[in-house]
């Protein structure tokens, strides 16, 4: 099985891939344009930031895993690899620490304006009477939107600095909200309104592309700050520099419309070189801690496909099925005895929509339970129960 590494890989855990038996492939060099070419032969690919497009997905000939060694999955065409029937994994909060740390980092860097501070020093320029005027942010109110495992980690480290919290999330409830300590909002204007800081820290999806935009933007407080550490689409960029000229936002960014796929490049943006605007290079979860944590989990997702066939972690399959009912089958361990039970399902255009086999001890007997888009007739029923020498039991159940 061949996997090929398209980013920055610790040694390490490359050595724990190829402990699986793999060809292993490391190019971190590689950029979106790049994979088309490279995939070709390619069973299992391994990405961070760099992103697999449709084209790319076309071009590989054997894949059939990919694994994002982070959180979001934006930069994977999911709907292209759903049709090809390929899996798509991520890992999922072994970089919240990290992403919260940066957030923190970016809220005191605004209100202490640090960047700015270390500019003039480095320029021999002192100018204390300027620089001691900060707000400081103990008592003041944090807006959090998106509470997942990066959005609870600020929850946390906001109280730590002795600010209140509140929130909104589709799926935050009371229950979650008190075990946080925060106070649940009914919906994201009622953030805007009420926080002196909005972190955001939301998947990006239909829904949350451009939820920051003008209207939730005006009904933040003047001279409030924003932190976008998630993805940039999730702001409205224009809608925000004109907030920042019009209103006196100041913003911190980690994430960036128009960022090079690559580690580096040049970035053209009229947001970031606004006064009140400070940008880091989307190094969120650029720690070696996180990447180690990450590595680690990339590794254990290929290691139970190489091994058992399973994808934990998998965004891309559905949820639930289109089965309406399932049939059980209870068969003797046999070479062929499946291939005449789905044989006599296609003969009676039965569908099959899952199938899970089970061997019990002894390898004996087992038992498979088969989803199956319509209901099989009798005589479907009656054929594949009239093989005794091969069925122990099949019994059929309406699905709810």
């Not at 490391?26 to 070709?40: H, K, N, S, V």
């Not at 065409?77 to 072994?94: E, L, M, Q, Y």
């Not at 605007?277 to 979860?285: D, E, F, Q, S």
Request: charged fraction near 25%.
């Amino acid at each position: 099985m061949k996997l090929l590494v398209a980013d920055k890989f610790s040694e390490k855990h490359l050595g724990e891939l190829r402990a699986l038996g793999m060809d292993v492939r490391y190019q971190p060099e590689l950029g979106a344009a790049d994979l088309p070419a490279a995939l070709p032969g390619v069973h299992v690919l391994v990405v961070r930031s760099t992103e697999v497009t449709a084209r790319a997905i076309e071009a590989a000939d054997a894949l059939t895993l990919i694994v994002r060694a982070g959180a979001g999955v934006n930069t994977i065409d999911r709907a292209a690899a759903s049709r090809r029937g390929i899996f798509v994994a991520n890992c999922p909060g072994k970089n919240a620490i990290a992403v919260a740390e940066l957030t923190m980092g970016l809220l005191l860097a605004i209100d202490r304006r640090i960047p700015d501070q270390v500019t003039e020093l480095r320029a021999e320029k002192w100018n204390k009477k300027e620089y001691g005027k900060a707000d400081g942010v103990h008592g003041k109110t944090l807006g959090v939107l998106g509470v997942g495992s990066i959005g609870a980690e600020v929850v946390g480290r906001a109280r730590a600095l002795g600010m209140q919290v509140v929130a909104w999330s589709r799926s935050l409830n009371d229950t979650r909200a008190k075990e946080l300590g925060c106070e649940r909002c009914a919906n994201p204007l009622e953030v805007a309104r009420r926080a002196d800081v909005v972190s955001l820290h939301l998947a990006l999806t239909p829904e949350t592309r451009g939820l920051v935009g003008a209207e939730f933007l005006a009904a933040m407080k003047p001279g409030a700050i924003l932190l976008n550490t998630a993805r940039a689409e999730v702001v409205d960029a224009e809608a925000l520099a004109s907030a920042v000229r019009e209103r006196g936002l100041r913003v911190g960014l980690d994430v960036h419309v128009g960022e090079p796929d690559t580690g580096t490049g040049r970035l053209s943006s009229p947001l970031v070189a606004l006064p009140g605007v400070y940008g880091t290079h989307h190094v969120g979860a650029s720690t070696r801690q996180a990447e180690e944590a990450i590595a680690g989990e990339a590794v254990r997702i290929v290691r139970a496909f190489a091994l058992k066939g399973e994808v934990p972690n998998c965004v891309n399959l559905r949820r639930r099925s289109p089965a309406k009912w399932q049939l059980v089958v209870r068969h003797f361990d046999r070479v062929g005895v499946l291939a005449n039970v789905l044989g006599t399902l296609r003969r009676h255009q039965i569908n099959v929509e899952e199938i899970v086999n089970q061997i019990f001890d002894g390898a004996s007997a087992a038992c498979c339970t088969i989803r199956l888009g319509a209901e099989p007739s009798s005589e479907c029923l009656a054929e594949i129960r009239g093989r005794s020498d091969e069925v122990l039991h099949a019994a059929l159940i309406a699905i709810p």
